[in-house]
């Protein structure tokens, strides 16, 4: 079989190093495995190839590759290759679903403690030299506390567990109700109950994947219809919440407080509006990554390679019409 590996970014965390290039090629021995460093070159190098590992096969990408059977994306979000070309054709998608959760739901966890302790404004105080015991007297507990989390997948379920060890009450949406209970959670609901869930919930988590129900899934009427002094995370996709309707909820007070480590344009800009919207803490996409990032990529796409082989089911088969 023929390997291409592009997985590249203009940030170093989200290339993958040659050495675990070299590393697959030893877990691969009878395979031909091309490292393409751009979308150029991986154009040059897909005319022949049966697997891609890619974080991106672009349209111009797909027209040339003849051979393709199977694509292996080393995130779990693969919306930006649901195009109706690769749909409608005949190719098995799998992703990395799984291997950041547990990462992800410790963020998640962080960026709640931060916003329930009220961190980023004690970090500015500290700054000015200024003792403001009695400014953050009084901090919002987990325990106790009730949390909305959309999207039950293993995002979602990693972080209800960790909430509901906190003493958190947690209920979820999610589209299939005929899927497994999650532990931890103690209802969980369709996507039309959104609206009515949000008003009794003190704080949001948004881990659902995009797709085209999803987009803009929070906007100006959801902000809304939050809970007053309420919060917002969103570890998703940018493209999940309408930034602006969220800043002027911040602005306003509707809004306690919320966390983004996604947004819609990346990296933002210096200068752009949000870095200075009150009470929203920023992180730059980080909360997928861990220490052994690239082992755990390779290692489940070793494994569904060798799946691939012998005609067993691969594992994390993306459902292309669904989007996830």
Not at 205 to 222: F, N, R, V, Y
Not at 241 to 247: C, K, M, P, Q, W
Not at 261 to 266: A, F, S
């Amino acid at each position: 079989m023929t390997i291409l590996v592009s997985i590249h970014s203009s940030f170093r965390m989200w290339t993958i190093p040659d050495e675990y290039v070299e590393a697959l090629r030893r877990l691969c021995p009878g395979d031909v495995v091309r490292h393409a460093r751009s979308d150029a070159e991986a154009r040059e190098m897909i005319h022949d190839v049966e697997i891609a590992f890619s974080g991106h096969v672009t349209p111009e990408q797909l027209a040339a590759a003849e051979r393709l059977r199977w694509v292996h994306s080393p995130a779990a979000g693969v919306g930006n290759m649901l195009y109706p070309a690769m749909v409608q054709r005949a190719i098995t998608m799998t992703n990395g679903r799984g291997t950041s959760a547990e990462n992800i739901a410790e963020h998640v966890l962080a960026l709640v403690l931060a916003l329930f302790r009220r961190l980023p404004e004690a970090f500015a105080r500290q700054r000015e030299q200024v003792w403001a015991q009695d400014e953050l007297s009084g901090p919002r507990t987990i325990a106790g506390s009730r949390f909305l989390i959309v999207g039950l997948g293993a995002i979602g379920a990693a972080t209800a567990g960790r909430l509901h060890g906190l003493g958190a009450t947690v209920i979820g949406v999610r589209r299939n109700l005929e899927a497994p209970p999650v532990p931890g959670v103690a209802s969980i609901h369709p996507p039309e109950a959104l609206p009515d869930l949000l008003g009794d919930s003190d704080a949001v988590i948004i881990s659902a994947p995009h797709t085209q129900a999803t987009h803009s899934l929070i906007g100006a009427a959801e902000t809304a219809r939050m809970k007053p002094g309420s919060i917002l995370v969103n570890v998703s996709r940018g493209s999940l919440v309408d930034e602006e309707a969220l800043a002027r909820a911040l602005r306003s007070g509707h809004l306690g407080g919320a966390a983004l480590d996604v947004l819609r344009d990346e990296p933002l800009a210096a200068g752009h509006p949000m870095w200075d919207v009150p009470n929203l803490l920023i992180t730059p996409h980080i909360a997928g990554f861990r220490r052994d990032h690239w082992e755990a990529a390779i290692a489940l796409f070793a494994e569904n390679r060798r799946r691939f082989e012998h005609g067993e089911p691969l594992l994390n088969v993306v459902d292309k019409s669904a989007g996830y």
